[in-house]
């Protein structure tokens, strides 16, 4: 019974590089989340997908962010041309469906940006 | 917007020192009030669920409370291996996403 996977669990890369982060929910969950949890911060909502659709990205930073979740594979956080102010911990928590209310985490990628 | 503040920040309990963990809210519409565990390098481990005000819920040590304003986590005769940080976030309106607050950091010493 696997719960939430995130790969990698730590990236590295250097500014103006892009990261792409990669989330797979829990086996029959067609609903997925992104957060970020800065330093001394709290954990802040980017964006809400189902399979093959974005329903909220109002969390999401206008520029250089993207996500997906494509109808097989894992939902994919991207962000381009990474700053230093990127430099955080982004979890996904997947959801079973929309009746649904608990939302389960992954471990969290870290990334740090140099 | 929805907001969540959780005090105090930080809390410091000897084995056995049983406290409580205070989450205020306010959300237009409560669908949920959400308690998790975080220890460090991990991401969140799902505690509890509230819905509704006078809802009270318990694991173990811990038990978890709710009122139109706030909710409390109660832990009783705390281990040492409850030492973590605990968040709080809600659900409101028609909107899926959690707001979280920043989190109580837990230290039980032996």
């Known amino acids: 019974n696997a719960g939430v996977m995130q790969n990698p669990r730590h990236l590295v890369r250097r500014r103006g590089q892009e990261a792409r982060l990669r989330c797979s929910p829990m086996?029959?969950?067609?609903?997925v989340y992104w957060y970020r949890q800065l330093p001394e911060e709290g954990l802040k909502f980017m964006v809400y997908?189902?399979?093959?659709?974005?329903?909220?990205e109002s969390g999401m930073p206008k520029e250089r962010f993207s996500a997906e979740f494509p109808k097989e594979g894992p939902s994919i956080l991207r962000i381009q041309q990474v700053v230093r102010g990127d430099s955080a911990a982004y979890f996904c928590?997947?959801?079973?469906?929309?009746?649904?209310?608990?939302?389960?985490f992954g471990p969290g990628t870290r990334l740090l940006v140099l | 917007e929805d907001q969540v503040t959780q005090s105090p920040e930080a809390l410091r309990l000897q084995e056995g020192e049983s406290s409580s963990l205070n989450c205020s809210y306010t959300v237009s519409g409560l669908r949920g009030l959400f308690w998790y565990r975080q220890d460090p390098g991990k991401g969140p481990e799902f505690l509890f669920t509230l819905y509704s005000a006078g809802e009270e819920k318990e694991k173990e040590r811990l038990k978890a409370t709710l009122t139109k304003k706030e909710s409390f986590l109660h832990i009783t005769a705390p281990k040492p291996e409850d030492s973590a940080t605990y968040l709080c976030a809600v659900q409101g309106g028609s909107n899926y996403k959690l707001t979280f607050g920043k989190g109580t950091l837990l230290t039980v010493n032996p």
């Open positions: 997908l189902q399979k093959e659709n974005i329903i909220d």
């Open positions: 928590a997947s959801l079973e469906d929309s009746r649904s209310q608990t939302q389960y």
């Open positions: 086996k029959g969950h067609s609903h």
